[in-house]
């Protein structure tokens, strides 16, 4: 007995933790657990009555605990004031790895948007459900992407994408370093920013959809984690240091974020290069890139690092083609 009741938890924490994100929630649950539809829906059944999911607008969702909370953003505004007061309460009682990551990225954030929003207002809203917790942090500023595109003269919004993922990059390099939202991202299961109608998906993998009604704002954090996560953040940090643990001196960069439908010319190059100096270790994540042309390839892989010695470059996820580009660049002499 203990056995089959183990084994219809294991069934009801798996469609709690696909229910949110997959339609077809019900055929997965099967075929993993080698059992019927109506023997899916029975669990099903159960987690609504127990209140844990509820059926809206044809979907199941997960129903979760919802926290509030609002601050005018004036100088007497701090981040570790506010988790004392009113956001720690909800982490306790949970394993050091997680809360230690939520202190890190709480603070991170709400850092962020008193300082670098320019905005008046900022709302904290926190979701906790059996299988993960969630928190949004929301300002009425003038819009992350829009201050990143203005700080480094980029052409579109979207550009920000890619200064986001590099890390070291910062609109205030007397106040931050520009690691709080590479690591931020980094560390959490899902990690989003929604600004002014655009979204940066730092995961990519999950098709989320974020419960917002009609609140107002210019920029929107959300980073959720599992209540089983068993990630270390110090294990995060090492992640991305080649010599000395913690030292911040390797980044990966998908190319994909390259707002560009064509990556041939050295200015695109210049643009994903932009800042990359400062590391000790530089790799490009090609991943759903089909073709690179060979002016791009010569700026990346011979130009620069000819001109910047102390900094290795190198490339992942690379088709056949896009390989012999980076050969041909890394090969050329003059």
């Known amino acids: 007995m203990p056995g089959v009741r183990k084994r219809g938890e294991e ?5 709690l933790e696909n229910i949110k994100y997959n339609r077809n929630f019900a055929t997965l649950t099967a075929e993993r657990f080698g059992i019927t539809l109506p023997a899916v829906y029975k669990h099903v059944d159960r987690l609504v009555s127990e209140k844990q999911i509820e059926k809206k607008n044809g979907r199941f969702i997960l129903q979760s605990i919802q926290h509030k909370y609002f601050y005018k953003i004036d100088k007497t505004l701090s981040e570790d004031a506010v988790w004392e007061k009113d956001i720690k309460k909800h982490f306790t009682g949970m394993p050091e790895n997680i809360k230690n990551i939520w202190v890190y990225g709480f603070l991170e954030i709400f850092n962020n948007a008193v300082e670098h929003s ?43 994408f890619l200064e986001l993922a590099k890390g070291k990059r910062t609109t205030d390099k007397t106040r931050h370093s520009g690691q709080g939202i590479f690591f931020t991202s980094k560390v959490f299961d899902d990690f989003l920013i929604v600004s002014n109608g655009i979204t940066f998906n730092a995961k990519n993998e999950r098709n989320l ?13 959300y980073m959720s984690l599992s209540a089983a996560c068993t990630k270390i953040l110090k294990d995060v940090f090492d992640e991305y240091s080649t010599e000395i643990p913690g030292d911040f001196d390797k980044t990966v960069i998908p190319v994909g974020l390259a707002n560009s439908s064509d990556l041939v010319s050295r200015s695109q190059a210049r643009r994903i290069l932009s800042g990359l100096e400062l590391f000790r270790e530089v790799v490009l994540d090609f991943k759903d890139i089909n073709y690179i042309g060979q002016a791009f390839a010569d700026e990346i892989f011979r130009v620069f690092p000819n001109m910047n010695p102390d900094t290795s470059i190198s490339a992942q996820n690379a088709n056949s083609e896009i390989q012999n580009m980076i050969n041909r660049a890394k090969n050329t002499r003059l």
Do not use: M, W
Request: net charge positive; aromatic share 6%.
């Open 11 to 15: 069934i009801r924490d798996f469609l």
């Open 118 to 160: 320019n905005g008046k207002k900022i709302q904290v809203i926190i979701n906790e459900n059996r299988i993960n917790k969630s928190i949004c942090i929301l300002d009425d500023g003038i819009g992350i992407f829009k201050n990143i595109r203005t700080k480094f003269r980029l052409i579109d919004e979207k550009d920000a």
């Open 209 to 221: 959809e974020l419960q917002i009604n009609k609140i107002k704002f210019s920029t929107l954090v």
